[in-house]
């Protein structure tokens, strides 16, 4: 789905240094989501926003931050306070809460 | 508490062969359950949803709630079938999808 752009494909993150991942959607979706996918634990809610201004923690917010200044727009950042960030990072959207949901191709994200 | 269960971690089967991929859900209220697959190189993306009732690449899914299940079945796999698969539950309060753990799905030729 062309629609959501996540940027960039890899990244590198040195001990101590905040890191931000970017997510786009051009599908003048409301709903956008952060998710962590690991190997065996399927896909964590990070963060998520239902409208421009507001956001709220999921499941596994420490360590982590978003904002959501504009719709189209919905950025992680990836703090030094994240004690295990190597994990693979997924941006969602919906036009509304009870859609199905759709992804971007994600970011992995490594430590140096 | 809300949960999604898949119990198999991977299936393993040979091309022709009936698959069923497993997905169990805790949930007080009236439950929307999705599949989600993700192939190889691809991006996550949406396979079925229970309230559609549509079957999508031979797949179907049949929500049970006394058995408070959602398993996927298809009752001849293909090789182009082999990805991981998601069961999701949604939040109905909170628009928040629920993930299982994920099931990956190998077909032999």
């Known amino acids: 789905d062309g629609g959501i752009t996540q940027s960039p494909k890899y990244l590198f993150r040195k001990e101590g240094q905040n890191v931000t991942l970017s997510c786009e959607q051009n599908l003048n979706h409301d709903a956008m989501y952060w998710y962590r996918q690991d190997p065996g634990q399927g896909l964590r809610l990070i963060y998520y926003s239902q409208i421009v201004n507001d956001f709220q923690k999921g499941d596994i917010a420490e360590g982590y931050s978003v904002s959501r200044e504009k719709k189209e727009s919905f950025p992680l950042t990836v703090t030094s306070a994240q004690k295990n960030p190597t994990a693979f990072y997924l941006c969602?959207?919906?036009?509304?809460?009870?859609?199905?949901?759709?992804f971007g191709d994600g970011t992995r994200l490594s430590i140096l | 508490a809300q949960r999604v269960t898949q119990p198999e971690k991977l299936l393993s089967v040979f091309k022709g062969a009936p698959v069923e991929l497993k997905c169990n859900y805790s949930?007080?209220?009236?439950?929307?359950l999705f599949w989600y697959v993700q192939y190889s190189r691809q991006r996550l993306q949406l396979l079925l949803r229970?309230?559609s009732r549509e079957s999508i690449k031979g797949f179907t899914a049949d929500l049970n709630k006394g058995e408070t299940s959602f398993h996927l079945k298809k009752p001849f796999a293909q090789e182009e079938d082999s990805a991981m698969y998601y069961c999701a539950l949604l939040s109905s309060n909170t628009g928040k999808l629920i993930f299982g753990q994920g099931t990956t799905l190998q077909v032999k030729p």
């Open positions: 949930y007080s209220g009236s439950p929307e």
């Open positions: 969602a959207s919906n036009l509304d809460r009870n859609q199905p949901q759709h």
């Open positions: 229970h309230i």
